[in-house]
């Protein structure tokens, strides 16, 4: 078993460069220190608000591992990796209860008495004033959440895979959230150590899909 002590992390960009989707993992589990430091790590993610509106379920139990695996076309990397990061999302978190995040926002200093009495109205604003792009802001957190994820996992030894092939009714059975129409899915990253070679596929030239002020304005470096 790989231990965090025998591991230099990489730095950032390092870790974008190198990053690969794996889609063969070792049996190899991954240690509760090293997996909690990736959850540290991945939480660590702005999000709306700093509402947090990711429910992030960590995929481990064998049988969860198999139902999972059947929720996403039978795509074998979640039975292969010790755990799969299912990223959730919580459409309605800005019109819970946000006392616990404002009054931490108040203890650590990032923010003041006039912000936190601000943010008490105008966050359930934005929230209703959403509509139905709630889920879709809602997601676009978790997502933030995700790249956190697969970059610290990266710089850790890790490999990780994004998962976008999956049924979604069917992964929120698996999660216990199938009667929670507010929960949705955003993506299923598998984690573990890679069975494959970090073979790089290329990238189009900047020109193709960066632009300058306007989108047919090409970006030229």
Not at 116 to 145: C, H, S, T, W
């Given at each position: 078993?790989t231990?965090?002590?025998?591991?230099?992390?990489?730095?950032?960009?390092?870790a974008?460069?190198?990053?690969r989707?794996?889609?063969?993992?070792?049996?190899?589990p991954?240690?509760?220190?090293?997996?909690?430091?990736?959850?540290e790590?991945t939480?660590a993610?702005?999000?709306?608000?700093?509402?947090?509106?990711?429910r992030?379920?960590?995929?481990?139990?064998e049988?969860?591992?198999?139902?999972?695996c059947?929720?996403?076309w039978?795509?074998k990397?979640?039975?292969?990796?010790?755990?799969?990061?299912?990223?959730?999302?919580?459409?309605?978190?800005?019109?819970?209860d946000?006392?616990p995040?404002?009054?931490?926002?108040?203890?650590?200093?990032?923010?003041?008495?006039?912000?936190?009495?601000?943010?008490?109205?105008?966050?359930?604003?934005?929230?209703?004033?959403?509509?139905?792009?709630?889920?879709?802001y809602?997601?676009k957190?978790?997502?933030?959440?995700?790249?956190?994820?697969?970059?610290?996992?990266?710089?850790l030894?890790?490999?990780?895979?994004?998962?976008?092939?999956?049924?979604?009714?069917?992964?929120?059975?698996?999660?216990?959230?199938?009667n929670?129409?507010d929960?949705c899915?955003a993506?299923?990253?598998p984690?573990?150590?890679?069975?494959?070679?970090?073979?790089?596929?290329?990238?189009?030239?900047?020109?193709?899909?960066?632009?300058?002020?306007?989108?047919?304005?090409?970006?030229?470096?």
């Amino acid at each position: 078993m790989t231990s965090t002590t025998q591991i230099q992390a990489l730095d950032v960009p390092t870790a974008i460069l190198q990053r690969r989707s794996i889609k063969t993992f070792k049996p190899d589990p991954i240690s509760p220190e090293m997996l909690k430091q990736l959850v540290e790590l991945t939480v660590a993610a702005p999000s709306s608000f700093n509402t947090q509106s990711w429910r992030i379920v960590l995929v481990q139990d064998e049988n969860q591992k198999v139902a999972l695996c059947e929720a996403s076309w039978n795509q074998k990397q979640i039975i292969q990796a010790p755990v799969t990061f299912v990223f959730a999302a919580d459409a309605t978190a800005g019109e819970q209860d946000l006392t616990p995040i404002l009054e931490q926002g108040l203890n650590t200093g990032a923010w003041n008495e006039g912000t936190v009495n601000y943010f008490r109205n105008a966050i359930p604003q934005f929230q209703e004033a959403l509509g139905d792009k709630r889920r879709e802001y809602a997601i676009k957190d978790a997502m933030i959440a995700a790249t956190n994820l697969v970059l610290a996992a990266e710089s850790l030894g890790l490999s990780t895979c994004f998962m976008n092939g999956w049924i979604e009714d069917k992964v929120k059975a698996v999660i216990g959230a199938e009667n929670n129409p507010d929960i949705c899915i955003a993506v299923v990253v598998p984690v573990g150590y890679a069975a494959e070679p970090r073979l790089n596929p290329g990238r189009l030239p900047l020109s193709a899909n960066v632009f300058v002020d306007k989108i047919d304005n090409p970006y030229q470096d």
